[in-house]
T-cell receptor, first 115, second 110 residues
Framework: GAVVSQHPSWVICKSGTSVKIECRSL??????MFWYRQFPKQSLMLMAT?????????EQGVEKDKFLINHASLTLSTLTVTSAHPEDSSFYIC???????????FGPGTRLLVL | EDQVTQSPEALRLQEGESSSLNCSYT??????LFWYRQDPGKGPEFLFT???AGEEKEKERLKATLTKKESFLHITAPKPEDSATYLC???????????FGPGTRLSVLP
């Protein structure tokens, strides 16, 4: 199956700093990518839809100024958590749909811990 | 609003004890229903896509079926390595995003 990578796989930062997470589709182009957040023992919560060449679409309740998304190319989307606080600690996962939408392939996830 | 529920929330099986996981959904025009497996600390791994009622797909010990209201993931003679959380998601005809269910945590004991 198609491969989606994320970097870093885990990050620890101090409160108030910003953290950037990269999501890459390695063997296919993705005009759209999705960013999810997952709390322990809970399912995936869609945060935003990243669109190549245009603004991201955020789900209700997600602060767009806090979670900055940039879809710079057909293979790369980035999520920047700005001025991170402990409550932002979570598991962040990106995904990319196949061209015809047969499925989404997920990255391995990034665990963020804000101290 | 599209919704997905899954049952049971958690399931413990002995190795070799077959069972089924349920995914019930309501969606405004089903484009696809998806099953994923997620291991702790990892991203979901794609298993199946089902498009229409009556469709079935198989992969090793797993078989997914679909009706107009629900999908089942049948696990035949499970092994400990099948232990994971199994997630179900639906996609409607109007967008690309998926709506995920809460998942079923499966534990297969040796």
């Amino acid at each position: 199956g198609a491969v989606v990578s994320q970097h870093p796989s885990w990050v620890i930062c101090k409160s108030g700093t910003s953290v950037k997470i990269e999501c890459r589709s390695l063997d296919f182009q993705a005009t759209t990518m999705f960013w999810y957040r997952q709390f322990p023992k809970q399912s995936l919560m869609l945060m935003a839809t990243s669109n190549e060449g245009s603004k991201a679409t955020y789900e209700q309740g997600v602060e767009k100024d806090k979670f900055l998304i940039n879809h710079a190319s057909l293979t790369l989307s980035t999520l920047t958590v700005t001025s991170a606080h402990p409550e932002d600690s979570s598991f962040y996962i990106c995904s990319a749909p196949t061209q015809w939408g047969e499925t989404q392939y997920f990255g391995p996830g990034t665990r963020l811990l804000v101290l | 609003e599209d919704q997905v529920t899954q049952s049971p929330e958690a399931l413990r099986l002995q190795e070799g004890e077959s069972s089924s996981l349920n995914c019930s959904y309501t969606v405004s025009g089903l484009r696809g229903l998806f099953w994923y497996r997620q291991d702790p600390g990892k991203g979901p791994e794609f298993l199946f896509t089902l498009y229409s009622a009556g469709e079935e797909k198989e992969k090793e010990r797993l078989k997914a079926t679909l009706t107009k209201k629900e999908s089942f993931l049948h696990i035949t003679a499970p092994k400990p390595e099948d232990s994971a959380t199994y997630l179900c998601a639906v996609q409607n005809n109007y967008g690309q995003n998926f709506v995920f269910g809460p998942g079923t945590r499966l534990s297969v004991l040796p």
